[in-house]
Structure formats: structure tokens, C-alpha cells
Nanobody, 115 residues
């Protein structure tokens, strides 16, 4: 099983990025998917999550109204659209897939928000 994140990079404050996570999961549509992030010296935190069918989403208070999580089950991919980025959004962003006792992580992609 592989989760491969992409789309990270350096962006100025106020800018946007779209992260993607491609999953090599035969039953991707059964998995709840989430994005986490970890800044230097801080614990990993949940940013956004989406249920298996995409019917329900949840966000950390710090990103509500700026980030949007979505998924395309036909492409085994989950996305995180990040708008109005702030320096405090700088972190390594990780993709997570969870179904029953199965729990998988990607390798992470760096997002740096700086002028």
C-alpha cells in the first residue's frame, strides 16, 4: 500500500496550493481520508478529513474557510485545496487512510509559506 503526496512547495502569504494524495488501495472508496500536518517542534495535527463516500468533511478551526478537502474515488485520490495561506501553515503535510484497523500514512510533502 502506498500513499504518495504531491503539490507542496514554497508560496507567498495569501497564495494557494493544491495538494494531492494518490493511493494504491484496491478498496480506496472504503477508506476515510485525512490530511495532517506537522510543523517543526510541534505535534502532528489533523487538518481536514473526509468520509469514504465524501459525504462529510471536517476541518481544524485554524483552516476553516480557507482549506477544502475533496476526493475522487475513480482516481483513488484525495485533494487539499489551500487558499489564503499564512506563514503558520508552514509544515510537512501528510495523507492518511483509515478503514477499520487499517491505517496508512504517506511520506509527507513540505509546504512553506514565506515572503
Amino acid at each position: 500500500v502506498q500513499l504518495v503526496e504531491s503539490g507542496g512547495g514554497l508560496v507567498q502569504p495569501g497564495g494557494s496550493l493544491r495538494l494531492s494524495c494518490a493511493a494504491s488501495l484496491f478498496t480506496f472508496s472504503r477508506y476515510d481520508m485525512s490530511w495532517y500536518r506537522q510543523a517543526p517542534g510541534k505535534e502532528r495535527e489533523l487538518v481536514a478529513s473526509i468520509t469514504s463516500a465524501g459525504g462529510s468533511t471536517d476541518y481544524a478551526d485554524s483552516v476553516k474557510g480557507r482549506f477544502t478537502i475533496s476526493r475522487d474515488n475513480s482516481k483513488n485520490t484525495v485533494y487539499l485545496q489551500m487558499n489564503s495561506l499564512k506563514p503558520e501553515d508552514t509544515a510537512v503535510y501528510y495523507c492518511n487512510a483509515r478503514f477499520n484497523w487499517f491505517n496508512y500514512w504517506g511520506q509527507g510533502t513540505q509546504v512553506t509559506v514565506s515572503s
